[in-house]
């Protein structure tokens, strides 16, 4: 099948990558326009579109999609028969959408119609899921309520965090997107629909989501801080630094506290911090302008004592 792909970071890149070794053909790639990023701002390309780039693969940046005649007759030319879009960035619109002849596919992290929307891999780790998954949906105009291809489960480990079960859940969703493609080829394959009185929405991270409540109990910070470790980061202020929660360990055995307090200030054994009904060990810290440490080193650089408190 002729295929139009729709993509921008990292997560759909594994999709890409399987559809270009496949019997399908990428005609085009559509990604967001090149942006700034890091501290020098300079001007970097989407993942996808480099990925592309190295197998010859033309690539669209449109700025705009609605309201741009002159995009959809390029998409007309390029006559695809099924779109696929994974991680697009964008709501595409129903002209568009209905353009190709097997219509607009998507790859969704997460067993739907459980976490629609923008951050189901993160909402998922937040909510201390111990399972989620990837689905390939027909996109229609409701956000993420089209009819379901296929579904794979994903265990989600107490060592996973964002980084890793990103990564597993765009492996897994690139394997079965092309076992999706060769069955609606063949017509071997129908749609189900969603039970829509079960969807739940997983609404975009905020910043201010970082901030750890200590009087929240141990396992919810845990589930916070390894959800949100690539953005925003879990933070807490800590004498007059606002620093960085990295890594945390529920421990199982606590002595008693107040939320926030440090019980223990080891450069053999870390930093232990007391929750609304636990302890916590932090593992990996990081203090303004400098790389993140151990809270061991954090313990012998800072000298932080027993007694002090993160707010």
Known sequence: ???????????????????????HQVVAVITQPDKPKGRGQKVQPPPVKEE????????????KIKNNQEFVETIK????????????????????????????????????????????????IMDGEEETGVC???IVKELDAGDVYACTKVKILPEDDIITLHDKLAKE?????????????????????????????AK??????????????????????????VWPKAFANFRDFQVKILNVEVLKECKEGKP???????????????????????????????KPISSQEAVRGYRIKEGEKFE
Not at 13 to 19: D, H, R, T
Not at 83 to 99: C, H, M, Q, R, T
Not at 176 to 196: M, T
């Open 1 to 23: 099948m002729k295929v139009l792909f729709w993509g921008t970071p990292e997560f759909a890149v594994e999709s890409l990558k399987a559809l270009i070794q496949s019997n």
């Open 52 to 63: 592309a780039l190295k197998h010859n693969i033309p690539v669209l940046q449109p700025e």
């Open 77 to 124: 030319q390029l006559n695809p028969d099924i779109s696929v879009v994974v991680a697009y960035g964008k709501i595409l619109p129903e002209e568009i959408i209905n353009i190709p002849k097997y219509k607009t596919i998507n790859v969704h992290a997460s067993l739907l119609p459980k976490y629609r929307g923008a951050a189901p891999i993160q909402r998922a």
């Open 136 to 138: 390939i949906m027909e």
């Open 173 to 201: 969703g690139a394997k079965l997107l092309i076992e999706v493609l060769d069955k609606i080829e063949k017509g071997q394959i129908e749609k189900v629909p969603q039970d829509h009185s079960k969807a739940t929405y």
């Open 204 to 229: 975009p991270i905020e910043k201010e989501e970082g901030k750890i409540d200590w009087n929240k109990p141990a396992k919810d910070i845990f589930n916070q801080v390894r959800a949100l470790k």
């Open 260 to 290: 926030g307090e440090i019980l223990k200030a080891s450069d053999k054994e870390g930093i232990v911090v007391k929750t609304k009904d636990g302890c916590l060990l932090i593992r990996t810290i990081q203090f303004p302008n400098s």
